[in-house]
């Protein structure tokens, strides 16, 4: 059974930092991109940045979190890990791991998607 589980989501002031990260197991292949998509009420699921897993040496961003988020790994407890600085109100969505075999900006292009964390950036 595929699992991917968020966790670190909260409340964060602008300007501030937060760091999510997404535990997976049981996917068909240590091969499988992953990544993170977010999304709000009234609009489609949006991705923030994706890698490709087994060697981690491709990381691909969305133009508006380039410079502010960092996306990384720890292979050994296959935990992907997405760094957000600098947190803008745009940024507040719900957030989504997800696993898939090809490494692109689509959400077709992922296979297994986690439940999502909330992100919410207000004064």
């Known amino acids: 059974q595929v699992q991917l589980i968020e966790s670190g989501g909260g409340l964060v002031q602008p300007g501030g930092s937060l760091r999510l990260s997404c535990v997976v197991s049981?996917?068909?292949?240590?091969?499988?991109?992953r990544g993170w998509f977010r999304q709000t009420p009234g609009k489609e699921r949006e991705f923030v940045a994706g890698m490709s897993w087994f060697t981690g040496d491709r990381i691909t961003y969305a133009d508006s979190v380039k410079g502010r988020f960092a996306l990384s790994r720890d292979y050994a407890k296959n935990t992907l890990i997405l760094e957000m600085n600098n947190l803008e109100l745009e940024d507040t969505a719900i957030y989504s791991c997800?696993?898939?075999?090809?490494?692109?900006?689509?959400?077709?292009?992922?296979?297994?998607w986690g439940q999502g964390t909330q992100v919410t950036v207000s004064s």
């Open positions: 049981g996917l068909p292949s240590s091969h499988y991109a």
């Open positions: 997800a696993a898939g075999r090809w490494l692109g900006h689509d959400t077709d292009d992922y296979d297994y």
